[in-house]
């Protein structure tokens, strides 16, 4: 655990001091919370956590409280996930949305594919100098089409979907291929098509030469290709930088999140690690909570030995730079909102507790607390937009440059609002490290760019 100690953070709200706490899990985070507690008894973190309970118990149970979009998913027209009381939420441990992810990360790889397409091509179809066997110089282009190879795909037209083979075992039954679980549906190769327009891809079932053909007047069929030059989201070129730490920082506005800024953000985050991984970059996950009281809270910090306004982050790894993607258990972390409003809140005052804080009392009536008594955050600034670049993000890239590690690229995600954000923000990220990159080999003695 490290503790970044005093610093000054360039704010509208004129914060001058704060404190970071760095941990390497949230399992660590969690169980210093705990240690904490146990130490530094105060019957007052009983009372504000016995109220916190109370007040979200309250919400769930109450199907017209404007506050569930703190703790569900507005999906369908009605909130989903949402827990039946705390003790539910504090036990979950997975991802309740994995389709709405797919459906949002389909738009992101489509999107991603079609920039880095229209890169690699430019490329692969400007004139470069070659030599023959008699040291003549030719101009010649690479053809980029010559080497495409339509990708297959496991289709079940009954279903109308997609069969994700590692998770729904297909069988051969006679001629035919089925699911092993349901031998009533029938699965067949299908190639996968963008057409113009549509969100969702469509599958056409391959039944010959001429299916290429009519799957191409449809739309952009999803390829591979043994030409280096077409997709340069499947190359793996060597890199100068292939080290990415994204850092997301999780609040919403007055110190209390709704679900899009948790769910969306989340998923744009993971949405960036499957792509870049994809494409032979390394990446790390930092998740920041936290925040700090301005003078209009009511409330105070110990900061240098007085109680005073400020800023208190806490950070922990959700995912390390050698660690092996556990999909599920990211996505449950960055975009459940119970893992925030819940999780984090129930160890939250802890926290205030171990610095020396005051703690806002389900009885306290200063700043903020009116019509809010029970949640502990009510007189507390969430993570804001000027948080994430200082003194968040410099924090982190002194503890790289402290370590020797300069080259590793940081990116910042915050308030993440729709899938439109997610889409953006995702292809802005990835084409931003491959054109560093692409720079960085411009003058590179180790590998000739052309």
């Given amino acids: 655990m490290a503790v970044g100690l005093i610093g000054t953070a360039d704010s509208p709200k004129k914060y001058v001091n704060w404190t970071m706490m760095n941990f390497p899990s949230w399992r660590e985070l969690d169980s210093f919370a705990k240690v904490a507690y146990d130490k530094k008894k105060n019957p007052d973190v009983d009372v504000a956590n016995a109220a916190f309970r109370k007040w979200v118990d309250g919400i769930l149970s109450d199907t017209k409280a404007r506050e569930r979009g703190y703790f569900g998913v507005w999906l369908d027209g009605q909130y989903k996930g949402l827990p039946a009381n705390v003790d539910e939420a504090l036990a979950r441990k997975t991802f309740l949305f994995y389709d709405e992810y797919k459906r949002i990360k389909a738009k992101v790889e489509k999107k991603i594919q079609q920039e880095l397409k229209m890169s690699s091509e430019a490329q692969a179809m400007s004139p470069k100098l070659v030599y023959n066997d008699r040291e003549i110089g030719d101009f010649v282009y690479d053809r980029a089409a010559m080497a495409l190879q339509p990708q297959l795909y496991y289709y079940a037209p009954k279903l109308k979907r997609e069969i994700d083979i590692l998770k729904e075992k297909v069988i051969q039954d006679g001629d035919l291929m089925v699911l092993e679980k349901d031998r009533s549906v ?86 960036i690690v499957e792509v870049l991984e994809s494409l032979g970059y390394t990446v790390n996950v930092e998740v920041v909570l936290g925040g700090g009281r301005c003078d209009a809270c009511g409330f105070s910090l110990l900061m240098k030995g007085k109680m005073d306004i400020g800023r208190r982050f806490f950070s922990f790894t959700a995912k390390s730079f050698d660690e092996q993607l556990d999909l599920d258990g990211l996505l449950y972390t960055l975009c459940d909102p119970t893992f925030h409003n819940v999780k984090w809140l129930n160890v939250f005052t802890s926290y205030l507790n171990f610095f020396g804080d005051e703690i806002q009392l389900p009885s306290s009536n200063r700043g903020n607390t009116s019509g809010h008594a029970g949640n502990p955050v009510a007189t507390w600034h969430a993570i804001e937009s000027e948080d994430m670049i200082n003194p968040i993000g410099m924090w982190f890239k002194k503890l790289d440059y402290d370590r020797g590690d300069k080259n590793l690229l940081h990116f910042y995600l915050h308030r993440t609002q729709d899938e439109a954000g997610v889409v953006q923000e995702v292809t802005n990220l990835v084409i931003n490290c491959e054109n560093i990159n692409k720079e960085a080999l411009k003058y590179s003695n180790d590998f000739k760019f052309d």
């Fill in 186 to 271: 029938f699965v067949v190769f299908a190639l996968k098509v963008f057409v113009d327009g549509k969100d969702e891809p469509e599958y056409i079932e391959v039944k010959g030469e001429e299916t290429l053909i009519q799957a191409s007047k449809k739309g952009i069929v999803d390829c591979t290709s043994t030409n280096k030059k077409v997709y340069l989201y499947k190359e793996k070129k060597p890199r100068q930088y292939n080290a990415v730490r994204v850092i997301v920082g999780m609040s919403g506005a007055a110190g209390w999140t709704g679900w899009q800024n948790d769910f969306y953000t989340g998923i744009a985050a993971v949405c």
